[in-house]
């Protein structure tokens, strides 16, 4: 059964920055759709990015130009590079994987961890 363990969160103020993590373990990693989702109180869960190769990325409008997903295939490792952080990002961070070739929606997720927890309040 595939895992998915995030790291990286906390708490910062407005314009700071965090580095989230994703490492994937008994998961084809390579190949497939991987994403972050994110779900602040109150809300449904989101897509935030998503991507299956670097040059098959794709961003949620209210994060383009601030947010960047890579991963380390070498590391089976997921990142989540956040720069100018609001205080409207504020939610749960999730990682999720599909053996899908789509990971935009919930229903397309096939795996989720357990989320990390990012706040951003002055």
């Known amino acids: 059964q595939p895992q998915l363990a995030e790291s990286g969160g906390g708490s910062v103020r407005p314009g700071g920055s965090l580095k989230l993590s994703c490492t994937a373990s008994?998961?084809?990693?390579?190949?497939?759709?991987m994403a972050w989702f994110r779900q602040a109180p109150g809300k449904e869960r989101e897509g935030v990015a998503r991507?299956?190769?670097?040059?098959?990325?794709s961003y949620a409008d209210s994060v383009k130009g601030r947010f960047t997903i890579s991963k380390d295939n070498a590391k089976n490792t997921l990142y989540l590079q956040m720069n100018s952080l609001k205080p409207e990002d504020t939610a749960m961070y999730y990682c999720?994987?599909?053996?899908?070739?789509?990971?935009?929606?919930?229903?397309?997720?096939?795996?989720w961890g357990k989320g990390t927890l990012v706040t951003i309040s002055s």
């Open positions: 991507i299956i190769s670097d040059s098959r990325v």
């Open positions: 008994g998961y084809i990693y390579s190949n497939n759709c």
């Open positions: 999720a994987a599909t053996y899908r070739s789509s990971c935009a929606y919930v229903s397309d997720i096939n795996f």
